[in-house]
């Protein structure tokens, strides 16, 4: 991930709140693991616009840009909340 996307995820974050949710046990596609982040991101009320940004920054590299991204943006659930 590049430092100005990397800038930017930030700024969305510092606007939004990241959303909860983790991968683990999400198929490990990146269509699949996309398709989570922005449901848990519609679930956490992001702007649609916001949303799309991450999505485009998520595809702008390899898979491992993807991984990145999205754990950027997530904070895995508290284990209390079970």
Not at 40 to 45: E, N, V
Not at 48 to 61: F, H, N, P, Y
Not at 65 to 80: F, H, K, S
Request: aromatic share 8%; proline share 2%.
């Amino acid at each position: 991930m590049t430092a100005k996307n990397y800038a930017i995820l930030e700024d969305l974050i510092q606007e939004n709140g990241k959303a909860n949710g983790n991968l683990l046990g999400v198929d490990g596609n990146a269509f699949g693991i996309m398709g989570y982040t922005a449901g848990r991101l519609r679930m956490a009320d992001w702007p649609k616009e916001d949303i799309t940004k991450v999505m485009e920054i998520a595809q702008s590299g390899g898979y491992d840009n993807v991984i990145a991204t999205c754990l950027t943006v997530l904070e895995e659930d508290d284990p209390d909340d079970y």
